[in-house]
């Protein structure tokens, strides 16, 4: 059975630690909304069938852009969190229980086309599936209360969330079923609540998720260097 590969952008947050008129989505980066470098990147994979992006019905900004990117489905179904965002957008998708989802933050606009490739070649034939990360690189500390140092914790072994994050439909739909608490940041973390295991497939630092104003300056550097290159 031929196995398709969707990617599904949750994109119904209000950016509201960013501060902007706007959420940060639609800001501007580089001539185009924040967002549009994200779905480009995912639209010139091959591999992916289908690229979605799932918005608020209250949505007041995207029509307002002009989005160019052939084949782009927008669903008008988000939800309050992330995971019911997702959630949503996975039940109005008509996918196979063995379809593979990409859940990719519209934030991390920096993702690069051979990034989704290397995640799709390493986890294709995973039973669980994965997700992008990288190796924390430096020394980690834990702080207490008043904002001292209270332990220094052992590096070894951990990595640092990146997306996309990549299960099957049927799988990712059932963990995402019911309360989730808030140890449920993200896809993976659902999945690990079924007591299961997802592969890391190593990222890299430039894919990083625009959080703070300052990012727009690194983002924008990324993206400039490789119109340059």
Same mark, same amino acid.
């Given at each position: 059975m031929t196995q398709r590969f969707v990617a599904l952008v949750p994109a119904?947050?209000? #950016?509201?630690?960013?501060?902007?008129?706007?959420?940060?989505?639609?800001?501007?980066?580089?001539?185009?909304p924040l967002m549009w470098h994200t779905?480009?990147?995912?639209?010139?994979?091959?591999?992916?069938?289908?690229?979605?992006?799932?918005?608020?019905p209250s949505d007041e900004w995207f029509d307002d852009f002009e989005w160019?990117?052939?084949?782009?489905?927008?669903?008008?179904? #988000?939800g309050a969190t992330r995971a019911q965002t997702v959630a949503s957008g996975l039940a109005n998708l008509g996918l196979g229980a063995r379809d593979w989802v990409l859940v990719h933050d519209a934030a991390r606009c920096c993702l690069s086309v051979a990034a989704v490739e290397r995640l799709i070649a390493e986890v294709a034939d995973?039973?669980?599936?994965?997700?992008?990360?990288?190796?924390?690189?430096?020394?980690?500390?834990?702080?207490?209360?008043?904002?001292?140092v209270s332990s220094t914790l052992a590096r070894s072994g951990l990595w640092l969330a990146q997306t996309p994050q990549m299960f099957r439909a049927g799988l990712l739909t059932d963990s995402l079923s019911g309360r989730l608490d808030e140890s449920v940041t993200d896809?993976?973390?659902?999945?690990?609540?079924? #007591?299961?295991?997802?592969?890391?497939?190593? @990222?890299?630092?430039?894919?990083?998720?625009?959080?703070?104003p300052r990012d727009?300056?690194?983002?924008?550097?990324?993206?400039?260097?490789?119109? @340059? #290159?």
């Open positions: 119904a947050g209000s #950016g509201s630690r960013f501060g902007g008129p706007s959420p940060k989505q639609y800001l501007q980066l580089s001539g185009r779905l480009r990147t995912l639209a010139s994979v091959p591999a992916i069938d289908r690229v979605v992006v799932v918005l608020s160019d990117i052939p084949g782009l489905e927008v669903l008008r179904v #988000g995973d039973e669980v599936g994965g997700l992008l990360a990288v190796p924390v690189p430096d020394t980690v500390k834990r702080s207490d209360a008043g904002g001292r896809e993976a973390s659902a999945i690990e609540r079924m #007591g299961l295991r997802p592969r890391l497939v190593e @990222g890299d630092a430039a894919n990083f998720k625009v959080t703070w727009l300056t690194l983002a924008r550097a990324i993206l400039d260097a490789r119109k @340059g #290159g």
